[in-house]
C-alpha cells in the first residue's frame, strides 16, 4: 500500500517559474510531515520536517552507479566521488572539510551499483551550510589533474584495503560469481588496472553526463522548514548555473528485466587465511517485486538474527562458526540471496551441507507459525529502530524517491511486514530456494578440496 500525495501547490520562484509542491504524508502534529518539491530543471527535494530534534541530514543522491560504467570506466563512479570532495570554483578541499568540522557536523559519501550519495549532518541551525557546501561539490567541482593524480593512490589503497578483509571481499566475488563480467556484475571499486587507466577527460565526461538535475534528488531530514529547504537549494544550484533547462522533468526510476540464469557456478580463490570465507547463494527478487515483504520475513527467520535457523544449527548447536547469516541485495531488475559463513577450512563442506539442507527444508515445507510470527516482529522492530536518527530518515527518503518514485509511510512499512502470510511465505521459498545455488570461497582451499566443494552443489 502507498500513500498519495494529499496537497498540491505551486509557488512562485525567480523569473516568474514556479515550483510545484506536494504533502506526501502528513504526519502527525505537524512531526514526520514528508514534502515534495519539483524545481524548474528538474530538480526534486524531498523532507521530512522533525522538530523535536535539534539536527538535520542534507544529502544529494545521483542516479548513478557502478553499473552505468562500460568496461574500461569501471571504478569511475566511485573515484568520482573521492574527486568531488577536493574542490570546487569557490572552494578548496580543506575549505569543504573545514567548513563542516568548525561546527561540528560530520560529512561523507558512498557509492553503490545504482545510486551514489553525499551528505553532511549538522545541528539544525547550521543546515543552510551544509545545504551550501554539498551542493558546490555536487554543482561546482573542477576535477583537476593534479586532484586526480593524488587520489588515485587513495583509492588503490581503497580497494586494496578490501583485499585484505576476505569476510568483505567473498561478497564481491560471489556477485561476480552470479552475475558474472556484466555492470552489476563488476566491483564497485573497480580493479588496479582500471584504475590507474582512467583519466581526468574520462571522469569529467562522466560527471557532466550523469549528474544532471534530472537524475539528482535532494533529502533532508530533521528540525527543518521544507520551503526554506527548497529555497536554499534553488539559490545554490541556479547559481551554478544547473537549472537551464526550465522544461526538464525528473529522470524516472530505473526499470528493466534482467534475469540472472547462473546455476551450479562456483568461485575459490585461494588465500592463506585462518578462516575459509563462504557465500552460498541464488538470485533473489528485484527491488519492485511484490513478493519482496515474503522474502524479507522468510530471510529473517532464516538467517537474520540470533534466533534465526542457521545461526541455531550452524553455531549454537555444532559451533561450527563464529559469523554466519542470510542477506538480499535487491536492485531495479534482479536480485540476489546469499547465505555467509566464516568457519575452519575443513569445516566448510559440512558447514555448507548444513546450509544447503536448511534452505531446502524451508524451500519444501516453509515456516513454522512460531518462526514466522518472530520473524515478522523481528523485521518489524528492526525497521522501526532502523529510522531513529535523521541520517537514517534522509537515506530513506532519498533512496525512496530515486528507486521507487514514492514514499511509504512506517505505518505502510509495518503493515506490508504485518501482512505477509505463512502461503506467501512458502512460496517465495519455493520459488527462491529452490534454485540451484552458486558458491564463492576465500581461504586456504586446495583443488581437491573445491572438488568436493563443486560436489556439494550438484
Not at 570506466?73 to 577536493?86: I, P, Q, S
Not at 551514489?116 to 558546490?136: E, Q, W
Not at 537474520?304 to 531495479?332: D, I, P
Amino acid at each position: 500500500m502507498t500513500t498519495r500525495p494529499t496537497v498540491a501547490t505551486a509557488r512562485p520562484t525567480t523569473k516568474g517559474r514556479a515550483v510545484r509542491t506536494h504533502t506526501l504524508l502528513p504526519g502527525t502534529d505537524g512531526i514526520g510531515t514528508v514534502r515534495r518539491s519539483v524545481l524548474p530543471g528538474g530538480l526534486r527535494v524531498v523532507t521530512e520536517t522533525l522538530p523535536t530534534v535539534r539536527s538535520a541530514t542534507f544529502g544529494i543522491w545521483a542516479g548513478v552507479g557502478s553499473r552505468d560504467e562500460t568496461p574500461v570506466l569501471n571504478g569511475a563512479t566511485h573515484y568520482l566521488e573521492h574527486l568531488l570532495f577536493k574542490g570546487t570554483r569557490r572552494r578548496s578541499a580543506l575549505d569543504i572539510s573545514a567548513a563542516i568540522d568548525a561546527v561540528g557536523g560530520e560529512m561523507n559519501a558512498f557509492t553503490a551499483k545504482e545510486y551514489t550519495c553525499y551528505y553532511a549532518r549538522v545541528l539544525d541551525t547550521d543546515l543552510p551550510l551544509a545545504i551550501d557546501v554539498v551542493s558546490d561539490m555536487l554543482t561546482s567541482s573542477v576535477i583537476r589533474q593534479e586532484d586526480l593524480d593524488a587520489e588515485r593512490g587513495v583509492v588503490l589503497e581503497e580497494i586494496a584495503m578490501t583485499e585484505d578483509d576476505p569476510g568483505d571481499q567473498v561478497h564481491d566475488l560471489f556477485t561476480t560469481v552470479l552475475l558474472g563480467d556484466s555492470p552489476l556484475g563488476r566491483p564497485v571499486l573497480g580493479t588496479v588496472d582500471t584504475v590507474n587507466a582512467l583519466s581526468r577527460d574520462q571522469v569529467a565526461r562522466f560527471y557532466r553526463k550523469h549528474y544532471d538535475p534530472t537524475r539528482l534528488v535532494v533529502a533532508a531530514a530533521g528540525n527543518l522548514d521544507h520551503d526554506a529547504v527548497v529555497r536554499q537549494v534553488h539559490q545554490a544550484f541556479e547559481e551554478a548555473g544547473v537549472l537551464r533547462d526550465t522544461d526538464a522533468v525528473p529522470h524516472p526510476p530505473r526499470d528493466g528485466s534482467r534475469a540472472i540464469r547462473a546455476a551450479g557456478r562456483m568461485q575459490v580463490l585461494d588465500r592463506r587465511t585462518e578462516q575459509a570465507h563462504v557465500v552460498l547463494g541464488v538470485p533473489g527478487l528485484s527491488r519492485t517485486d511484490e513478493r519482496r515483504w515474503a522474502l524479507g520475513v522468510l530471510n529473517t527467520a532464516l538467517g537474520g538474527g540470533m534466533s534465526s535457523r542457521l545461526f541455531q544449527e550452524v553455531r549454537e548447536k555444532r559451533g561450527l562458526a563464529y559469523s554466519v547469516y542470510s542477506y538480499t541485495s535487491s536492485f531495479a531488475d534482479c536480485g540476489m540471496f546469499g547465505v555467509y559463513a566464516g568457519c575452519q577450512p575443513r569445516r566448510v563442506p559440512e558447514v555448507l551441507k548444513i546450509c544447503r539442507d536448511e534452505l531446502h527444508q524451508v524451500a519444501e515445507h516453509g515456516l513454522t507459525d512460531e518462526e514466522l510470527h518472530r520473524a515478522v516482529g523481528q523485521l518489524s522492530g528492526s525497521t522501526v529502530l532502523g529510522l531513529e536518527d535523521t541520517g537514517a530518515l534522509m537515506n530513506r527518503l532519498g533512496k525512496s524517491e530515486l528507486c521507487w518514485g514514492d514514499q511509504l509511510s512506517v505505518d505502510d512499512l509495518l503493515a506490508n511486514i504485518a501482512a505477509v502470510t505463512p502461503d506467501e511465505v512458502r512460496a517465495v521459498a519455493r520459488d527462491i530456494l529452490g534454485q540451484r545455488p552458486s558458491l564463492a570461497v576465500i581461504g586456504p582451499v586446495k583443488d581437491k578440496q573445491a572438488g568436493r566443494l563443486q560436489d556439494a552443489l550438484a
